[in-house]
Nanobody
Framework: QVQLVESGGGSVQAGGSLRLSCRASGYTTSNYCMAWFRQGPGKEREGVAVITTEGRTRYGDSVKGRATISRDNAKNTLYLQMNSLKPEDTAMYYC?????????????????WGQGTQVTVSS
């Protein structure tokens, strides 16, 4: 019954911005640590950002200064604002719920995943 549905991806020019959304059902997102991961073609899944139950955040080095993770508790929705997009940001972006309290961006610490939303950045 737990479902995560991502949206907001698309094709943009380098330097542009996107806001990705992850709407959750079956549980309350504020009660769990939530994260964004991404996976480019032929690459391993990479942690992008994580937010804890109390609002602490951590970001992957590759998006430092360009990404902001947040949530809207009333809408039970997680967001990822991406600015100054680069071609290397091209990937499928996934929303995930952690198994336990964590600030780690390791995929084995997350047990529920959405289907992903594609981001493509052109130079």
């Amino acid at each position: 019954q737990v479902q995560l549905v991502e949206s907001g991806g698309g094709s943009v020019q380098a330097g542009g911005s996107l806001r990705l959304s992850c709407r959750a059902s079956g549980y309350t997102t504020s009660n769990y640590c939530m994260a964004w991961f991404r996976q480019g073609p032929g690459k391993e899944r990479e942690g992008v950002a994580v937010i804890t139950t109390e609002g602490r955040t951590r970001y992957g080095d590759s998006v430092k200064g360009r990404a902001t993770i947040s949530r809207d508790n009333a809408k039970n929705t997680l967001y990822l604002q991406m600015n100054s997009l680069k071609p290397e940001d091209t990937a499928m972006y996934y929303c995930a719920r952690a198994r336990w309290y964590t600030l780690a961006l390791n995929e084995n610490e997350y047990n529920f995943w959405g289907q992903g939303t594609q981001v493509t950045v052109s130079s």
